[in-house]
């Protein structure tokens, strides 16, 4: 009887690890389809290999990632319905919107996925090289500035700088970096706070300057151009994409989870589709990614907070 009890109790890892869902899975895109689509697919393609179920990206965008993130995370949470965004709606947009309904105590982070470099780009002819050109421009004269929304992570990359140097600049929301980037390009616009893959293929065909990076490392597709640490100010602003669930998911799913996550992201057609969205694989594993969510979330907290920004 004692072999026997063993046996059992060895044999629960081993199902958890085997866990199936019965039924296909829905990845969640809680934004409209664009350059990284090709990413993602990637990783549903190989996941539901392992799993032996077909995963479907579904597109829900809208409220700044907060449409889609919320529908998720009010779905069953048994993994077949999980969610891959940046980490904005979970730790920025619940600061902003009374009862939003959305929060990193509303989802279960799975694993870190990749970054998004962001970065400020000028047009080619404009004579702001670096930091150090913006910075002295902006001191003679009042600069505009573009980017895909208000409090958005680009346009908190550039309240860094202002908050590190005390140089102000005046911001004009857009939804989305296309129509920045082409006011940009137009002259109506002094630069913009784009992800950098937005702005890349202005940049390699020579229309635009990218003139400095937000991360902590250069962005290996323009190793020439310096972060803003680098050139002298204090402006880190990272924005880390990752997989979600909803809150309640079974740990040994979730486990799970993580496990193809992480497989997934070694795989070279993944690897492959993410060097074409010129996007930096990031992988977080779960307890990390969980940690930084939260810590993320509070730190907005007090950045909005210092913008003066109220929740409506």
Known sequence: MRYL??????????????????GAITLVSPYSPGGSDGFMRAIAEYVGRQLGVPVA??????GSGVVGMRFMASSNPDGR???????????????????????????????GTNENH???????DNPIRNLADLLAAGRARNLS?????PNSLPMLGVWRISRATGVEFTHIAFRGDPPHLNETLAGRLD????????AS????????????????????????????REQGVDALQFSQVGIYAPRGTPEHI??????????????????????????????MPRADFTAMINSEFEAYRGILQALGVQPE
């Open 57 to 62: 990206i579904v597109n829900r965008d809208g």
């Open 254 to 283: 979730l486990n799970r989870l993580d496990t193809l996550c992480r497989e997934a992201l070694e795989q070279e057609p993944v690897r492959r589709m993410a060097a074409t969205a010129r996007s930096i694989i990031r992988y």
């Open 145 to 149: 500035y573009g980017s895909a929304g």
């Open 201 to 228: 293929e202005f940049v390699l065909s020579g229309r635009m300057r990218l003139i400095a990076v937000f991360s902590a490392g250069r962005h290996p597709d323009f190793p020439d151009v310096p972060t803003a």
């Open 81 to 111: 319905t999980i969610a891959i965004t940046p980490m904005t709606a979970v730790v920025v947009q619940p600061h902003m919107v009374r009862n939003l309904g959305l929060d990193p105590s509303h989802v279960a982070p799975v694993c």
């Open 118 to 124: 962001l970065g400020l780009v000028v047009r080619s």
């Open 191 to 198: 630069f913009s706070t784009a992800v950098v893959a937005s």
């Open 5 to 22: 009890l063993a046996l059992l109790l060895l044999a629960i890892p081993a199902k958890a690890q085997e866990w199936r869902p019965d």
